[in-house]
Nanobody
Framework: QVQLVESGGGLVQAGGSLRLSCACA??????????MGWFRQAPGKEREFVAAISWSGGNTDYADSVKGRFTISRDHAKNTVYLQMNTLKPEDTAVYYC???????????????????WGQGTQVTVSS
């Protein structure tokens, strides 16, 4: 079983920055070497892809809407994945979810259905 816990959300003015963290714990394993992703869901909208990072950390993917503003990274020693969000816009307001793929899949994915484990989410609100 894999547990994911997000933190770092909050209220920020447009143009500001936030860094989200996703702490991973896997039963029976010391390391959470899973391919990971960040998704978000705004009120009344479907959950959408934001960013993903491969098992090794060597490959990353981003939604077009966040390219150049958001950066996904991971620290294997801390079993944590980060999402650095800069130049935030009101349209970035959403609940942000961290997700992990099954251990057999090492690459990135845009699809929610490719992720087996999900955190509870953290709220990000960007005021104009």
């Amino acid at each position: 079983q894999v547990q994911l816990v997000e933190s770092g959300g909050g209220l920020v003015q447009a143009g500001g920055s936030l860094r989200l963290s996703c702490a991973c714990a896997a039963s029976g394993r010391s390391f959470c070497n899973y391919a990971m992703g960040w998704f978000r869901q705004a009120p009344g909208k479907e959950r959408e892809f934001v960013a993903a990072i491969s098992w090794s950390g060597g490959n990353t993917d981003y939604a077009d809407s966040v390219k150049g503003r958001f950066t996904i990274s991971r620290d294997h020693a801390k079993n944590t994945v980060y999402l650095q969000m800069n130049t935030l816009k009101p349209e970035d307001t959403a609940v942000y979810y961290c997700a992990a793929r099954d251990q057999y899949y090492t690459g990135t994915s845009y699809y929610t259905s490719d992720y087996s484990y999900w955190g509870q989410g953290t709220q990000v609100t960007v005021s104009s």
